[in-house]
């Protein structure tokens, strides 16, 4: 099954590779979600659920349109705690609970610019063969125990048969969500269809769940993960006014 096409970004603000990541997902009741959204938002469900994804990754080639990218800020570590929502134009889209950055730099550009919850933490994306350690320990602003460690096994890819309509839900996302200065803002990512592959959790040790708000997910996770892809973010645009 092919997820659905990618927009055009013809004026990206933003290029850059997100690698070596994990999708981690659990179902949650949608009243739980709808509580946490900004007017204007509604949680997208699947099979009845909503749905919260907590994905490790490796931001690589971070850089702004003709520039280079500057190595020691344009790659780190990062771990998004996200949902999936509509706008009243029924398109569908990623809002963030909380984004770990290993780059403060990174993190005060993000906080300020797109008043999007980023923290700084300490964090590492570790591939030896076949298996990816992710490590996270939150250092600012807030509680500085929060943490993800997570140990994957990667399988064999995902054919096309074997991806399904919910995978693609979980994953094939084009469109972020933000509230700058009061007023619901999207930006939309361009980006080739995820290479998916079966993964394996051998070790989960998380509270950033929690840490955005939500109770403690409750069985065991769905997983997919992926090589990475390259990607193009275009500008935020507010959707209640000029």
Known sequence: MKAPPSPRVTRPVMYHRWNWITFIHWRYPPSV???MLPSGLVVETFDGSAWVGLTP????????PALPAVPWLSEFPETNVRTYVRDQQGRGGIW??????ARLPAVLAARS????????SDMSVQLIDKQVAYRCQRRW????????????????????????????????RYRLFTVIAGRLATAEVEHPEWPLRRAELLR?????????????PDGDPLLHA????PVRVGMWHRLDGP
């Open 204 to 216: 989960l040790e998380q509270d950033l769940l929690t840490g955005a708000g939500l109770v403690a």
């Open 113 to 120: 610019g797109y008043w999007l919850p980023y923290f700084w």
């Open 96 to 101: 963030f609970l909380s984004l770990d950055a």
């Open 33 to 35: 979600l709808q509580s």
């Open 141 to 172: 602003p807030g509680p500085r125990r929060l943490r993800c460690d997570a140990d994957v096994r990667l399988g064999p890819p995902l054919d096309e048969t074997a991806r399904d309509e919910l995978a693609h839900f979980l994953t094939a």
């Open 226 to 229: 992926s090589s990475g892809v």
């Open 57 to 64: 990754f490796l931001m690589q080639g971070l850089r702004a």
